[in-house]
């Protein structure tokens, strides 16, 4: 599980995109401008990221849907201790 999460620089921008403190849970659209992702790429992570539950979407009316991550999530907090330990979410 941990290969398909960080095998790839965009999944591991995402994550460091949605783990800022300071960060709401973002859209596609935000998350392609904050990580310079294309859109077709950004939604393949997105889903690799949703199938190991370390992405979550939240639905916001009808049409928006938000992505955060799954802070409840056991490997996905290792995961982030590592990256903040080696200055990769700063």
Do not use: H
């Not at 849970?25 to 949703?50: F, M, V």
């Amino acid at each position: 599980m941990i290969e398909i999460g960080i095998c790839s620089a965009g999944r591991l921008r995402i994550i460091a995109s949605l783990a800022n403190p300071e960060s709401k849970p973002l859209s596609k659209y935000q998350l392609e401008k904050k990580t310079g992702i294309r859109s077709s790429s950004l939604a393949s992570d997105l889903r690799k990221l949703q199938e190991i539950g370390w992405v979550v979407q939240i639905r916001e009316g009808e049409r928006r849907t938000l992505y955060t991550l799954n802070k409840e999530n056991q490997l996905l907090k290792k995961v982030l201790l590592f990256l903040d330990s080696v200055s990769y979410l700063r």
